[in-house]
């Protein structure tokens, strides 16, 4: 009986190395690598400083992912970052990272990206992107507007997320499908884009400005936000198969394909264009270049190229954010509810619905893009944090079993912690009111928690 209990309470492992990096490859490359490099090319309009950000965005993504690795493997618990502060730096600490992740991080990347999923359908379902308000939920500061627009991307989530209710074995076989269907068509859109002729290494060459170290750190700080996704496998570590060999695995395999493809499409961008053409584009600097390639043609090939890949992204990030509310709520510093395993699926089923009304309410109000800007240098620090993590824990529990060690440890971590310090205090030096309301979505946790701390303690 009490193991029957027991069991109730906790996730099955039923997930192996290859479906954590299908996770991984999912949730990473989504709308960012459509719409950053253009960004980032008007902040470092040098080629070879351009490509030697997206390095140096991958070796920390692997040296983080690495770090990461370890910290699952001594804490084989759904959650990943939650966990990992809540160990080394306290409750208060763990909680805030995951309010973040519920507030904006899952539910916020959710919303923005099913909302651009939108204007892709709309190229084969004219209509489908019509903002025209059927009518408008007059909320004070936050109305919630309901329109086409809004009522295809909630319907994306709700279907999504329904496929993730009913298990963990529907929910990997499409990740699975998405994750493998969208590489294929990335590797088949850089190979055709190096052999067609459309382009030239000269354009590599071409340089279009100065780079200060100020923006090549700043540039940093939104390549990093593009690779990250990195440790998504960390939140499923409850429901990996011997997480001490598999999650190390799937952090390796998922986070080097990412890095390979990030670095042959960014390749490919400044093969079909210069530098500085690149800074100029509008939109999906991927149409552009299949456009430049392609021809008229183009449109259709890339559209659906984009609406798998945004898919896959919408799903990874619905898969991967409720076992982070689940283990708050289980730790009691959550809504009780959100701990409940559906009795027949397996799965957090409570946390999943919770996420996915959060993300329809953003889809509503149209602020879901506001909130990730607010929330992006969080990524950086929230990560930076967890892999020093490892330096705390291995000085608290020198004794502990660790079934995995980090790589070149201490030099990786130590290298991922300095360069994503640097990298937030520069945020916070360039972009200060961005920031600041970053940290204000941060604080507004602070009550919630005392809330949820004093119920436990009744």
């Known amino acids: 009986m009490a193991s029957s209990a027991a069991r109730s309470n906790t996730l099955d492992r039923r997930l192996g190395p290859f479906d ?27 080629p070879w400083l351009f490509l030697g950000i997206w390095v140096a965005g991958g070796v920390l993504a692997f040296c983080g992912a690495s ?55 709309d190229r084969f379902f004219p209509g489908a992107a019509d903002h025209t308000p059927f009518f408008v939920v007059p909320l004070p500061y936050f109305p919630l507007t309901v329109s086409r627009r809004t009522l295809v991307a909630i319907s994306a989530v709700v279907a999504l997320s329904y496929v993730h209710y009913r298990g963990v074995g529907p929910g990997r076989l499409l990740m699975n499908f998405l994750a493998v269907l969208k590489v294929a068509a990335l590797m088949l ?23 200060s170290g100020s923006s090549w ?52 961008y400044l093969y079909v264009m210069p530098v500085g053409e690149l800074a100029k584009v509008q939109g999906s600097v991927l149409d552009v270049v299949a456009d430049k390639m392609l021809g008229p043609a183009a449109g259709n090939i890339m559209g659906v190229v984009s609406i798998v890949s945004l898919l896959a992204s919408v799903s990874a990030n619905i898969f991967a954010g409720p076992r982070v509310y689940y283990a708050m709520a289980r730790d009691g510093v959550f809504l009780p509810a959100a701990a409940r395993i559906h009795p027949t699926y397996r799965t957090p089923s409570v946390a999943i619905i919770a996420q996915g009304i959060w993300a329809s309410i953003l889809i509503l109000s149209g602020s879901a893009d506001t909130l990730t800007t607010y929330t992006g240098f969080a990524v950086t620090l929230f990560a930076t944090i967890a892999v020093a993590a490892v330096f ?14 980090a790589w070149g440890y201490p030099y990786t971590p130590a290298l ?15 972009a200060p009111l961005t920031t600041l309301a970053g940290v204000a979505v941060m604080a507004a946790g602070i009550p919630i928690y005392l809330y949820f701390a004093g119920k436990a303690k009744e």
């Open 67 to 121: 770090a990461y690795a370890e910290l699952a493997a001594l804490r084989p618990k759904a959650g990943g970052e939650y966990v990992y502060l809540r160990a080394a730096y306290g409750n208060l600490a763990g909680f805030i990272t995951g309010w973040v992740s519920f507030v904006a991080g899952f539910a916020g990347a959710i919303a923005a990206t099913s909302v651009v999923l939108v204007f892709y359908l």
């Open 20 to 46: 954590a990096a299908a996770i991984i490859v999912s949730n990473v490359i989504g709308g960012g690598i459509l719409f950053t490099p253009p960004l980032i090319a008007a902040g470092v309009p040098n």
């Open 217 to 268: 750190l700043l540039a940093l700080l939104a390549v990093m936000f593009t690779y990250s996704g990195w440790n998504a496998a960390s939140y499923m570590a409850e429901e990996i198969r011997d997480p001490g060999r598999n999650v190390p695995k799937a952090l390796a395999l998922g986070t080097g394909a990412v890095i390979l493809i990030y670095l042959l499409l960014n390749a490919l």
């Open 189 to 211: 859109f850089i190979a055709a884009g190096f052999s067609m002729g459309a382009g030239s290494t000269a354009n590599m060459q071409v340089v279009a400005g100065p780079v």
């Open 392 to 405: 705390v824990l291995r000085s608290r529990e020198p004794n502990a079993e660790r079934p995995f060690k």
């Open 416 to 430: 991922f912690v300095i360069v994503g310090t640097a990298t937030v205090i520069n945020g916070i030096y360039t």
